[in-house]
């Protein structure tokens, strides 16, 4: 895994000088602190900067082909390199290092823009083609991998890190109002917006073109989904070993690597999935790591230690004390760039730096699975809220929202009236193929609340659901109901934060690369085909999947419900009722109202609440958070502060 900036000057052909690369590639050296290099030519400059995993002595990049016509700077891993290599030596081209960025000059000589559509890896690339004079960009199908780009007087920027950009005199630091409500309701920027003014995302499953100074930006892949139902010729024993076929594949093709792979293990069915298939189907040691707390809500250390004894792993845990979120809070920002509305990010990163420490750069992770195979509490709510809406006096309505929640301390569903009414949220929208989302987005858009009254009159008009609809393919009311949630949450919450405040910079703040083998785009592909039934039967979720590893992992924690992974909120910033420093005075009333993103009064009144212990609800926790990680965002990279003022 590694790092790339470049400079392309879209109206001349000066080239862009050594020290703005520099400094580029130098703001993010910890996604690639094992060397530096560079490309400078008539117009363009690349810049890369290198975590060491395979082809350890050679395949500095940038790397080129036979006579240097194309070059190229690559974040990321191409996980069939060497099925690529061969293929290609087939045809005549010669290898010049042993590493898998090569394979991208030469498919992009046999198969020039379509070369993607043959790689299966996590990866964005900056491909310049010196006849041409043409830039190619292109992120990775699930957006693994980030990617940002801005225009300014004159030239196109872009980096894998949004602080490279901002080394840059030329590029302006604002806050972006849309992005900023956007997070307040779907939990991470939508689209090619980011936090800040006229920086965007290159989109998952999308490559740019950059010649003759003009931009053009096109998808090559999405996840796409049966239109009018799947055939039901197939049974459950067939999709469940062909499944653990597909699974053990990606995970083969995640363990390929000159440096040792471990895998977290976080005492669920997703982690546990992927230790085990390590340890049944292949011949790597298989070392494991964890994260604990010391709060018993939200430690899951008995059912990893359980997991550990079973696969008999090499492991080892880090526990997450008292007073550590609020520590690691401001660096946590620092790397995720962006406002978030919960706490989980920040062990992570304590996790990936006792990876580190454990002289480990590579691991294996269970994300995307529950996107994949249906794991979320959304999509049994939705599946419970159809069927009230189906049958409004059903007898078996109380019993079924019992069921849904027995991991939470304030469970929403026991609550008789209250749960009536959290099930009935939405029922307006129930024609709509975002109905499994209202609840958490209304329930989220509580905190617009603590908007400044200037915030709140630039985003009139934004209250609604159009930018969702807008994104959405015109089939989409043609694929069933499940699949439709599942399309949704893939293009807001897992590519927008769960891969990136909470996977990618995680990890890459102590220069660890996270592999997803759930996020393989052929299990995606095969996943879109199974039938709903059996992702979700009754209320047992991702069926499929824990019969695909039947006699693979412990029973109980096959069977075990979906516990999502959380960490202490709102509760992590006080010690004997008084906030931490900083937080004091970034939610104090001359800070708030200097930024001019919240009302002082309302946030005063939260963080009270919050001091005496009484924000225990989703909508408190997440606001709190929320406008706490905003004015850290606006302190560090619009006002320019570092990271260590806050330690």
């Known amino acids: 895994m590694c790092g790339i900036a470049g400079i392309l000057n879209l109206s001349h052909g000066e080239t862009p000088g050594r020290n703005a690369l520099e400094k580029m590639i130098q703001a993010i050296r910890h996604r690639g602190p094992d060397g530096y290099g560079y490309l400078f030519e ?44 061969n293929l290609l030596q087939g045809l005549g081209h010669r290898f010049y290092t042993r590493s898998d960025t090569e394979v991208i ?44 780009y801005t225009v300014a007087a004159g030239r196109l920027y872009f980096a894998s890190e949004i602080k490279s950009l901002f080394t840059q005199p030329e590029v302006s630091r604002r806050l972006n109002p849309s992005a900023l409500g ?40 999405d996840w796409e989904f049966p239109v009018d139902g799947i055939p039901d010729n197939r049974s459950i024993d067939d999709w469940a070993e062909a499944l653990r076929g ?47 707390f010391e709060d018993p809500e939200f430690d899951e250390t ?4 359980e997991l550990v004894r079973y696969l008999g792993t090499d492991h080892s845990h880090v526990t997450c004390k008292t007073g550590a979120i609020s520590q690691l809070f401001p660096r946590v920002i620092w790397h995720a760039e962006s406002t978030i509305l919960r706490t989980a990010p920040a062990p992570l990163m304590l996790l990936s730096r006792h990876v580190r420490d454990s002289g480990y750069k590579v691991v294996l992770t269970g994300e995307g699975a529950d996107e994949v195979f249906g794991g979320y509490d959304i999509f049994k709510e939705a599946k419970i809220r159809r069927f009230c ?67 709140k009159e630039t985003l009139r008009g934004r209250e609604g659901y159009d930018s969702i609809q807008h994104m959405l393919p015109p089939e989409t009311m043609r694929w069933e109901a499940l699949n439709q949630d599942q399309y949704i949450e893939n293009h807001t919450l897992l590519s927008g934060y769960l891969l990136s405040s909470q996977g990618d910079r ?88 200097k930024a001019g993103y919240f009302d002082p009064a309302a946030v005063g009144k939260l963080l009270h609440k919050a001091a005496s212990g009484k924000a225990i609800g989703f909508s408190d926790n997440m606001s709190f958070v929320g406008i706490l990680s905003t004015m850290l965002l606006d302190k560090m990279f619009i006002q320019g502060y570092s990271a260590d003022a806050f330690e």
Not at 52 to 76: A, K, M, W, Y
């Open 506 to 593: 995680m990890a890459m703040a102590n220069s660890i690369e996270g592999r997803f083998p759930f996020l393989d785009h052929r299990v995606m592909e095969f996943a879109a085909n199974i039938p709903v039934r059996y992702k979700i039967r009754g209320l047992n979720e991702k069926y499929i999947l824990k019969k695909a590893m039947a006699g693979l992992i412990p029973e109980h924690i096959r069977q075990r419900s979906k516990q999502p992974y959380r960490a202490p909120d709102s509760q992590s910033f006080f010690h004997q009722g008084e906030p931490v420093a900083y937080v004091k005075e970034l939610l104090g009333e001359e800070a708030l109202r």
């Open 182 to 221: 956007e997070v307040f309701t779907f939990w991470a920027p939508l689209g090619a917006h980011s936090m800040f003014e006229d920086i965007h995302a290159l989109r998952p499953g999308h490559k740019m073109v950059i010649e003759q100074g003009k931009m053009r930006i096109s998808r090559y892949w």
């Open 246 to 292: 597909h699974m053990v594949d990606a995970v083969r093709l995640r363990l390929r690597s000159d440096v040792p792979v471990g895998a977290y293990l976080s005492g669920g069915l997703d982690s546990s999935v992927i230790a085990s298939l390590i340890k049944n189907y292949t011949d790597v040691p298989l070392r494991t790591f964890s994260i604990g």
């Open 42 to 85: 008539s117009g363009v400059g690349l810049a890369h900067a290198r975590l060491s995993i395979i082809d350890l002595e050679g395949g500095d990049q940038p790397i080129h082909n036979e006579n240097g016509t194309v070059q190229v700077v690559f974040n990321g891993e191409i996980f069939n390199f060497l099925e690529l290599r």
């Open 389 to 455: 809406h189906r049958f409004p006096d059903s007898r078996l309505r109380p019993l079924i929202l019992k069921r849904l929640y027995p991991y939470l301390k304030y469970n929403p569903a026991a609550g008789g009236a209250f749960g009536r009414q959290f099930f009935q949220q939405g029922m307006e929208y129930i024609d709509q193929p975002y109905f499994a989302h209202v609840p958490r987005w209304s329930t989220t858009r509580r905190s617009w609340r603590f908007f400044s009254a200037e915030m």
């Open 302 to 305: 008995a059912f990893q230690r």
């Open 105 to 148: 000059v030469h498919l992009y000589e046999e198969y020039g823009d379509d070369f993607v559509n043959h790689l299966i890896g996590q990866f964005v690339i900056a491909l310049w083609d010196r006849p041409a004079r043409r830039l190619l960009l292109v992120r990775d199908r699930a957006g693994i991998r980030p990617l940002f």
